[in-house]
């Protein structure tokens, strides 16, 4: 019991300072209805416990003895929702805590193959497209208008910045000047930002993702999620991408959004397990489409926008591959031009 005590003061008061504190690390996953745990301690551990409790009333606290185990993966139904944290004790017999963390299993929405789709990130809104799938821009589209597209029965993904500044966002002050990298080819206004930081970027993004949550958003379309391919200003590796990338796929998940992995070919099907769709630029344009056939082969929509190429140089290989693709223009206004009214019917 007074273990349990000791968890439940630094459960509800959060007590970051005590010296014991933080040795022993926490990291979830949830994916679908499978919560995945993994902790390390630096020390020899006699004994790792783990407690848990519901999420958001705090109490009863459980606990439950793991041994030497560090992994731990299990399935719970839908709308569970957990607080968890890792104790363990030292050969020495002293009790160490880790992170406290917290999920909830929701349903995360899984658009399929073929569904139709907008995506339209600036001008008035029209909500008279008839789509399936609405992308808009998370900040600009008040929680009215998504509202009121998911009264009609559509799904709504909200566009946000992951991987670069944008200077006139409303949070734009919240970016500490040393995590800001070159601009973005073309678009001056924005700037790379370095991912590796997470210590900074973290609070941004997770406020980011909790308005997504606060507006109503379905899920999220993070966008240039593949700096380390560009001039960055930061020397950025596949594996710096990759441990970002999967971060923002782990705090969707957990708030119940569901996100898709925006272009980056090159790691489309080593990420698809942990996205939910695709989205991509002019993937016939740059012969980059089929890279992201896993997706389809998973029963996960690919989103596909070309600016230049007519529907009659995308259509038909779009439609036998089973790929949601549409003619845009480039500043994403309202227009749009499916392969079906273009003509095209499906094989």
């Given at each position: 019991?007074?273990?349990?005590?000791?968890?439940?003061?630094?459960?509800?008061?959060l007590?970051?300072?005590?010296?014991?504190?933080?040795?022993?690390?926490?990291?979830?996953?949830?994916?679908g209805?499978?919560?995945?745990?993994?902790?390390?301690?630096?020390?020899?551990?006699?004994?790792?416990?783990?407690?848990?409790?519901?999420?958001?009333?705090?109490?009863?606290?459980?606990s439950?003895?793991?041994g030497s185990?560090k992994?731990?993966?299990?399935t719970?139904?839908y709308?569970?929702?957990?607080?968890?944290?890792?104790?363990?004790?030292?050969?020495?017999?002293?009790?160490?805590?880790?992170?406290?963390?917290?999920f909830?299993?929701?349903?995360?929405?899984q658009?399929?193959?073929?569904?139709?789709?907008?995506?339209?990130?600036t001008?008035?809104?029209?909500?008279?497209?008839?789509?399936?799938?609405?992308?808009?821009?998370?900040?600009?589209?008040?929680?009215?208008?998504?509202?009121?597209?998911?009264?009609r029965?559509?799904?709504?993904?909200?566009?946000?910045n992951?991987?670069?500044?944008?200077?006139?966002?409303?949070?734009?002050a919240?970016?500490?000047?040393?995590?800001?990298?070159?601009?973005?080819?073309?678009?001056p206004?924005?700037?790379w930002?370095?991912?590796?930081?997470?210590?900074?970027?973290a609070?941004?993004?997770?406020?980011?993702?909790?308005?997504?949550?606060?507006k109503?958003?379905d899920?999220?379309?993070?966008?240039?999620?593949?700096?380390?391919?560009?001039?960055?200003?930061?020397?950025?590796t596949?594996?710096?991408?990759i441990?970002?990338?999967?971060?923002?796929?782990?705090?969707?998940?957990?708030?119940?959004?569901?996100?898709?992995?925006?272009?980056?070919?090159?790691?489309?099907?080593?990420?698809?397990?942990?996205?939910?769709?695709?989205?991509?630029?002019?993937?016939?344009?740059y012969?980059?489409?089929?890279?992201?056939?896993?997706?389809?082969?998973?029963?996960?929509?690919?989103?596909?926008?070309?600016?230049?190429l007519?529907?009659?140089?995308?259509?038909?290989?779009?439609?036998?591959?089973?790929?949601?693709?549409?003619?845009?223009?480039?500043?994403?206004?309202?227009?749009?031009?499916?392969?079906?009214?273009?003509?095209?019917?499906?094989?």
């Amino acid at each position: 019991m007074k273990i349990l005590a000791t968890f439940g003061a630094i459960f509800f008061l959060l007590l970051a300072t005590a010296s014991w504190a933080g040795e022993v690390s926490l990291e979830l996953e949830v994916s679908g209805q499978k919560v995945t745990a993994r902790w390390e301690a630096p020390f020899e551990v006699r004994e790792f416990i783990l407690f848990y409790a519901p999420w958001p009333k705090r109490s009863p606290i459980e606990s439950v003895p793991l041994g030497s185990l560090k992994e731990l993966s299990v399935t719970l139904p839908y709308g569970s929702a957990y607080y968890v944290a890792i104790g363990a004790f030292d050969d020495l017999g002293r009790f160490y805590l880790s992170n406290i963390e917290y999920f909830r299993v929701l349903e995360i929405y899984q658009p399929p193959p073929g569904v139709s789709w907008q995506w339209q990130l600036t001008g008035e809104l029209d909500l008279n497209v008839p789509a399936e799938l609405f992308d808009v821009d998370l900040f600009e589209t008040p929680p009215e208008v998504i509202s009121a597209l998911k009264a009609r029965g559509r799904k709504v993904i909200c566009y946000l910045n992951a991987g670069a500044y944008e200077a006139w966002r409303p949070d734009a002050a919240s970016f500490p000047e040393e995590i800001l990298g070159r601009p973005l080819e073309g678009w001056p206004q924005e700037r790379w930002l370095d991912i590796r930081r997470l210590d900074l970027l973290a609070p941004i993004m997770e406020a980011r993702l909790d308005l997504a949550v606060e507006k109503g958003c379905d899920g999220i379309e993070p966008d240039n999620i593949d700096g380390y391919l560009n001039a960055t200003g930061f020397p950025l590796t596949r594996e710096d991408q990759i441990r970002y990338n999967l971060w923002l796929a782990r705090e969707a998940h957990q708030r119940g959004l569901s996100i898709g992995l925006k272009n980056n070919p090159e790691l489309a099907c080593e990420l698809e397990p942990y996205f939910d769709w695709a989205l991509l630029e002019e993937c016939f344009t740059y012969g980059e489409c089929e890279n992201f056939l896993c997706f389809i082969s998973s029963g996960k929509a690919v989103l596909v926008a070309e600016y230049e190429l007519a529907p009659e140089e995308f259509c038909p290989q779009a439609l036998r591959l089973g790929l949601s693709a549409i003619k845009k223009h480039l500043d994403l206004d309202a227009y749009r031009l499916t392969c079906e009214e273009a003509g095209f019917e499906h094989p």
